[in-house]
């Protein structure tokens, strides 16, 4: 009877949360879900929807669901054709992609080469691995309407890898009106050629996002793999409800409520491996590095010296404590480029993984010349897998002897602030947390948080000449050997400038009903074409 009373209560509260969920989107729009729909809490709520314009993963979901690439990644780390096909002359100079046929627009337009150009000119502008791409490209155009002509200085290794790699950021195609906006302003619009269109008459951030499937996309004839093959559309429509709480989206799940949750909470895994109707699993096996960004432009962290006293304080284990818990799904590693890969190194890491530098930190910020500046560290309070670290390290800084300004707030601000460059009283900011799937940051020139590029690149514009140039005879290196050994040069001078803390690696497992087949894995998960749904 407990029993019985504790689940229809779940069962209740889930209800409730629902009911005045569609309430308020009623509200908003009349339009009634027809066919078969697909209802998913994701690891984030959606605000900004332009893929390019920031790395957020949930913004890289989204694209993948209105937009489609050139080409891909599957399951074998293969590249492989997606909207093109192509082929390399003798002297690895030229790259000639050529369009398949019939492929659209949502409004119905012809995809042209005109556009493909334009977008991938656009994601290069801001895209780490396609930034280094253009310092070899001599030109890029479109030859005819279906032909793309990309035309190197010198033989490039990267090429294929760059444009079909399946994480953040992704060279997904748009029109060309669209692409000839400036990278570091959104597009207006949203109109791709990828399986679903997005509706943007029931956006409502905060609450979901509604996609529908693309009638007109005709999908390759290979099988899914990764975000490579055929993005069969099986069902009519896929919502991404706002659920914050996980204890709420859990009930949900519970009671069919809705089908699929991208994050449940780690210390609520249990109860969904007990229940019957529910699938586990954790769909991105490569995982995670999660990591803390200092801002080079604002004092107190414009001094290596703090930077360095900021460092020494942190503790990979406490942070993956108290983020985790259950260390089957955490690994303490001190590798910019991920453990168990052909770059991983410890060197630098001492003090992080083994947490014994905090002694060390007190003196050393003792001898910085920190004045006492608080450190203004955005806190997360939405995400499962965001919200320990800026608690645990800004315990640790204070600890250190820095003064903190811990800021509550919610991933998609933070999303939105750390792209500011403003003093602290404009809405600038110190320090933020994030994640990086592991084969977005497995080698020095996919690891965007390692750039040293300053104003040009990722948010905390680190400059440093000397990874650049590190990173230049990486990409010209003619031997795996001599790759690890600048890998390990890069990794070194990262620690002593403090380009940014990694702070560890996770695994995060998803839950979704039984009734939801055809889930795909890979590291840029979940998709949403393949899936299915039996009434």
Same mark, same amino acid.
């Given at each position: 009877?407990?029993?019985?009373?504790?689940?229809?209560?779940?069962?209740?509260?889930?209800?409730?949360?629902?009911?005045?969920?569609?309430?308020?989107?009623?509200?908003?729009?009349?339009?009634?879900?027809?066919?078969?729909?697909?209802?998913?809490?994701?690891?984030?709520?959606?605000?900004?929807?332009?893929?390019?314009?920031?790395?957020?993963?949930?913004?890289?979901?989204?694209?993948?669901?209105?937009?489609?690439?050139?080409?891909?990644?599957?399951?074998?780390?293969?590249?492989?054709?997606?909207?093109?096909?192509?082929?390399?002359?003798?002297?690895?100079?030229?790259?000639?992609?050529?369009?398949?046929?019939?492929?659209?627009?949502?409004?119905?337009?012809?995809?042209?080469?005109?556009?493909?150009?334009?977008?991938?000119?656009?994601?290069?502008?801001?895209?780490?691995?396609?930034?280094?791409?253009?310092?070899?490209?001599?030109?890029?155009?479109?030859?005819?309407?279906?032909?793309?002509?990309?035309?190197?200085?010198?033989?490039?290794?990267?090429?294929?890898?760059?444009?079909?790699?399946?994480?953040?950021?992704?060279?997904?195609?748009?029109?060309?009106?669209?692409?000839?906006?400036?990278?570091?302003?959104?597009?207006?619009?949203?109109?791709?050629?990828?399986?679903?269109?997005?509706?943007?008459?029931?956006?409502?951030?905060?609450?979901?996002?509604?996609?529908?499937?693309?009638?007109?996309?005709?999908?390759?004839?290979?099988?899914?793999?990764?975000?490579?093959?055929?993005?069969?559309?099986?069902?009519?429509?896929?919502?991404?409800?706002?659920?914050?709480?996980?204890?709420?989206?859990?009930?949900?799940?519970?009671?069919?409520?809705?089908?699929?949750?991208?994050?449940?909470?780690?210390?609520?895994?249990?109860?969904?491996?007990?229940?019957?109707?529910?699938?586990?699993?954790?769909?991105?096996?490569?995982?995670?590095?999660?990591?803390?960004?200092?801002?080079?432009?604002?004092?107190?962290?414009?001094?290596?010296?703090?930077?360095?006293?900021?460092?020494?304080?942190?503790?990979?284990?406490?942070?993956?404590?108290?983020?985790?818990?259950?260390?089957?799904?955490?690994?303490?590693?001190?590798?910019?480029?991920?453990?168990?890969?052909?770059?991983?190194?410890?060197?630098?890491?001492?003090?992080?993984?083994?947490?014994?530098?905090?002694?060390?930190?007190?003196?050393?910020?003792?001898?910085?010349?920190?004045?006492?500046?608080?450190?203004?560290?955005?806190?997360?309070?939405?995400?499962?897998?965001?919200?320990?670290?800026?608690?645990?390290?800004?315990?640790?800084?204070?600890?250190?002897?820095?003064?903190?300004?811990?800021?509550?707030?919610?991933? /998609?601000?933070?999303?939105?602030? =750390?792209? +500011?460059?403003?003093? %602290?009283?404009? *809405?600038?900011?110190?320090?933020? @947390?994030? &994640?990086?799937?592991?084969?977005?940051?497995?080698?020095?020139?996919?690891?965007?948080?390692?750039?040293?590029?300053?104003?040009?690149?990722?948010?905390?514009?680190?400059?440093?000449?000397?990874?650049?140039?590190?990173?230049?005879?990486?990409?010209?290196?003619?031997?795996?050997?001599?790759?690890?050994?600048?890998?390990?040069?890069?990794?070194?001078?990262?620690?002593?400038?403090?380009?940014?803390?990694?702070?560890?690696?996770? /695994?995060?497992?998803?839950?979704? =009903?039984? +009734?939801?087949?055809? %889930?795909?894995? *890979?590291?840029?998960?979940?998709? @949403?074409? &393949?899936?299915?749904?039996?009434?």
């Amino acid at each position: 009877m407990i029993n019985f009373t504790r689940r229809r209560h779940r069962s209740l509260v889930s209800k409730l949360a629902l009911s005045i969920l569609a309430l308020s989107t009623a509200l908003a729009t009349p339009v009634l879900a027809a066919g078969k729909t697909i209802t998913a809490v994701m690891h984030s709520d959606l605000r900004i929807i332009d893929p390019i314009f920031t790395t957020a993963y949930i913004t890289r979901d989204h694209g993948y669901m209105v937009y489609d690439t050139l080409i891909s990644t599957d399951s074998n780390f293969k590249i492989q054709p997606q909207m093109a096909d192509w082929k390399i002359s003798d002297d690895k100079l030229t790259y000639t992609f050529t369009l398949r046929d019939g492929l659209k627009w949502h409004d119905g337009a012809p995809v042209t080469a005109e556009d493909c150009v334009a977008s991938l000119k656009r994601w290069a502008a801001v895209d780490g691995m396609g930034q280094k791409l253009m310092d070899f490209t001599a030109s890029i155009e479109a030859t005819d309407p279906k032909t793309i002509t990309l035309k190197l200085k010198e033989p490039y290794g990267l090429v294929l890898d760059s444009i079909g790699k399946p994480s953040s950021r992704v060279a997904f195609m748009m029109p060309k009106r669209l692409a000839e906006t400036p990278a570091d302003k959104q597009i207006p619009e949203q109109v791709g050629s990828g399986p679903f269109k997005f509706v943007q008459g029931e956006f409502q951030p905060g609450v979901k996002a509604v996609y529908v499937k693309n009638t007109d996309y005709v999908p390759r004839k290979e099988p899914s793999s990764w975000t490579a093959g055929g993005k069969v559309v099986k069902v009519d429509r896929v919502e991404w409800i706002t659920m914050p709480d996980s204890q709420t989206a859990v009930n949900a799940l519970q009671s069919g409520d809705i089908d699929f949750i991208e994050n449940p909470a780690f210390d609520l895994i249990p109860v969904l491996e007990a229940d019957k109707n529910l699938k586990v699993e954790v769909l991105n096996k490569f995982g995670f590095q999660t990591l803390g960004r200092m801002n080079f432009l604002l004092p107190p962290f414009d001094n290596v010296k703090v930077r360095r006293a900021a460092l020494l304080a942190m503790n990979q284990k406490d942070v993956l404590d108290a983020l985790i818990g259950n260390p089957k799904y955490y690994k303490v590693c001190g590798a910019f480029f991920i453990c168990d890969t052909p770059f991983a190194t410890d060197v630098g890491s001492e003090t992080l993984v083994k947490g014994n530098g905090m002694a060390e930190a007190k003196k050393a910020l003792a001898e910085s010349g920190y004045d006492g500046t608080p450190i203004v560290i955005m806190a997360p309070g939405d995400v499962v897998t965001l919200k320990a670290q800026p608690i645990v390290a800004a315990q640790a800084l204070r600890d250190a002897g820095f003064k903190v300004d811990l800021q509550a707030t919610d991933w /998609q601000t933070v999303v939105s602030r =750390r792209a +500011s460059q403003k003093p %602290v009283k404009e *809405g600038g900011w110190n320090m933020f @947390f994030t &994640n990086w799937v592991s084969a977005d940051v497995s080698n020095p020139i996919a690891n965007l948080s390692i750039s040293g590029l300053g104003k040009k690149g990722w948010f905390g514009w680190a400059e440093n000449a000397k990874i650049e140039e590190l990173k230049d005879k990486f990409v010209r290196a003619a031997s795996l050997d001599e790759q690890k050994k600048i890998a390990a040069e890069i990794q070194k001078e990262a620690y002593d400038q403090v380009i940014y803390v990694p702070l560890g690696q996770y /695994q995060a497992a998803s839950a979704w =009903r039984k +009734s939801i087949t055809g %889930v795909i894995d *890979g590291p840029a998960t979940p998709v @949403f074409w &393949n899936m299915d749904k039996s009434e």
